[in-house]
């Protein structure tokens, strides 16, 4: 019996090794050709390591763009967006899930019917929208009209489901409100789902590049994403400083994400209360 | 959100605004997708302009690549806040003119400025007979080569064909080929600069059909076809592939050359050289961006500072530091043939080339959905590469396409 | 008629006597309150957008002086017989609905080994994590030079089973696959993360109640851990679905702003965008945003649906 268990731990570990080396291929690319000197990016057959480690991809991807004002952009704005999404995406996942109301399938078919159509459309009407209130070039355009996700909504909801009805009839008996009894039990009963909620968003506005170049001009205004533009052109691509900037772009999400799942998988103590 | 901290943004903007007028200033946007050297090179143009006109403020805009740039600008119009000038390629402007937003330029273009720019230039920058648009960043397709490989640069087709017949080469005898005479990508562009250089034209008169079906576009495709038995075929830029020694030439724009360096460095030697004479002609396609002034959104005052700042771009002494400092083409004959270009081409001879193509250049003729005309040549092109079908026939097809999709 | 009428309010979500009762309006009351935040902002900025290129989509639209000729349903009629517009739909069809069970069932096996207790296994979720928050731009451009029919690693390694000879990039019948490959690839970590979470919530006294009944791992997965994670896979059904019916950017920077070969990668959105941004046609350009809503929508429909058959809340 112990030898079976063993013998499947190690099979466990041999698959995922697999599954991780063939998923991890094009980002292992990325990283080892963002340190390539000029000569050595397009080599037949390809080069595994670089023959030196020419860190001046860096350096030059740095100041290729006011990178350092697009990080402090892409943080402000992806944690205002993602702190506001989470608060009105509990509300709302709560309303749906545990309340009755007047019109709640229509309203919840009509949501994700909304998430359907595709972002682009948005893009000209929210435009004129936004220069007529005098919102281009402001972190508010940026931050306000993300604060709500469909995505999120039907996410929690579905957690905010599996808690049983009982924890709420008892809680009223207690005389706790409806308010007290979202943020004090529900809430901390969801922790996993409501971080995997806000990792989502700050992936997806940290990324989030044709709405930020549409509804800014200042380059005060701008973030990571539209940096990475500019190592495109008509004429060809700087291979090297584009992976060097990628790079540095995806690591404080890594690192985030790093803490982040540790939370989402220990943060559970949902067996305790059924 | 840092309400003090928009609150200061907000009336710090105010006095900027107010002192500017109260300087007399005119503030005006031009918006581009330059980036890196070109922007700096833009900087400076921009900062010159700006002392010779102290009452002009110009505010340079980096809109990410021309697609982002063209979405923009779409955008923007229909909101009615264009910028004063932008960079814009003929297919958007023509859509502009036909829309009333574009300025146009014959009030303050001199004859004397229409005669000094390239034929292909003037046709470049003129919608309906009248010029809307000044030239800016230019640059012209030539023939980028591997000089440890070859000596002379073929002269002609036949040539081309012969030259990459010999340097397609399996090294290893594996039956994969290690090294190839060509390489070749499948776009809209090469397809037209055989096609012209055949003798083709693109357009009747009126721009009711499409004048491709003929024994041009035939020629054309044939000798592509020939070509890519002997070529490294990729949509991918190919400067990658050449610079590794994978690829021994290949057709492309002159813009191309800093990624044509940089990836041959520590490799191997390479140059570029005039392209090839086709049976009618050696011309070359002239691309890049114009730029152009909106009137829509701008008061008078700023058109008519925008005017003089996209004037101030093609002047003869800031074309040729543009040229110098980004790899394009100066746009002014005078700035072509003057000392200061031509001593700059006795040091740097990998650019002579492309002096020379602009001269010999043309431009795609102008229709409003030139767009959809591109995507007819690149279906085309494609198809025959693919084998999937005779160059008569798929000629005949898309023009037939033409005719009912976009003529009508 | 009267079973209508109830059919009608089963739809809306209430019985007829719960609108008499004072309770039910309160709580109504209050729900609202709740969603008045969300709702503010899906109503400024996405419901408001998307009637207002309702209207465009029944115009002539002139995008570039925002102002058109009215012309009814005249570019539904023009798409439904618009070849090109046929085939983007079979594309999208085509990669909608290979991709997404494709990623979900390989995201699924992973989740499941995943959730064992395994030294470095913060590491393994990181390690199907990172593609997801990858930049397209830099994923796609590793992706054209792995997939180099010529030089590219991915030929490489398939020469040594005979199948080097490939043309990835340039040949229309290899474009689909190749963009759910690249899909698969990005969208995984994705489904992992909301997998894990799913397993995450099935309580451990399910498991010791199998146990003591003597199941097996294979029954435990059949019996316990599969119906018990229905919620989320269908939750990763629809979102999934949704998003692969939009795909887009992915061929944008696949293909350097082009459908494909031959337009073999065209897909409903980017024929938006085409039609929209390129050709400045943003009737026409509406109306097919509006087509695919309709077929998405449809789907989602039939699916939830058929999910009362199937998913087991606790």
Redesign the interface.
Known sequence: MNLRKALFKIVTYVVLLALVVIVLLPFYWMVTTSFKPPGEVNVVPPKWVPSEFHWQNYLKAWNAAPFNRYFVNSFFVSVMTTIGEVVTTIFAAYAFAKMDFFGKRVLFLSLLGLMMFPGQLRLIPNFMLASKIGWTDTYQILIIPWIASIFGIFLLRQYFKTIPDELWDAAQLDGCSRFRFLWKVVVPLSKPGIITVALFKFVGSWNAFLWVLIMTNQPGMRTIPVGLAVFRSEAGTHFAELMAASTMAVMPILIIFFFAQKQFIQGVARSGIK | ?PKKF?VTLVALSLVVSLSLFAAGQTEI?FWH?M??EHKEALEHITAQFEEAHPDIKVKL????????L???L????????LPTAAQQYEDWTI??V????MKGLDDVVSQETVDNLPDALVDSCTFYGKMYTLPFNK?AMVLFYNTDLIDEPPDTWDELLATAKELTVDKDGDG??DQ?GFGLR?TPELFSLFHHQAGGRFLSDDKSELLIDSEYGVQALNFMSDLREHS??????L???F??G?VAMYI??S??A??VA??????HGWDAAPLPHGSANGDSMI??TNVGVFKVGNSEKQIEAGLEYVQFLTKDKWTIYWAQKTGYIPVTLSALNSDDWQSFLEENPKRKASTQMMKEGFVYPHHP?W??VR?IF??VL??TM?G?GEPAELLEEGAEKFKKEVAS | MSKLLNKFSGLIGYEGRKLKKLSFWKETFWAYVYLLPTLAVLGTFSLWPIIRSFKISLYDWNVLRNTGTFIGFRNYAELLSDPEFGAALWHTVYYALVSTPLTMIIALFIAILLNQKLRMRGWFRTAFFLPWITPMVAGASVFVWLFNADYGLINHLLGFVGLGNLRWLNSPALAIPLLIIFGVWKFLGFQVVLFLAGLQNIPEHYYEAAKVDGANRLQLFRHVTLPLLTPTTFFVLIISMIGAFKVFTQVYVLWAGTAGPLDSAQTIVMFFFQKGFNNFEFGYASAAAYILFLIVFVLTAINMRLSRKWVHYQ
């Open positions: 959100m928009v946007t997708a980036h890196r805009v980096d809109q990410g690549g021309y697609g982002e063209s979405q923009k779409t955008t923007s119009a229909a909101a009615g806040k859509q502009y036909n829309a009333g937003i640059s994969k080929m190839y499948p490294l075929y990729q949509t991918d830029y400067s990658g592939p610079g590794s994978k492309g724009s813009a191309g800093p990624y940089s990836a041959s460095e520590g490799n691309q890049g959905d767009y959809s995507n690149g279906s494609e198809k693919l999937k």
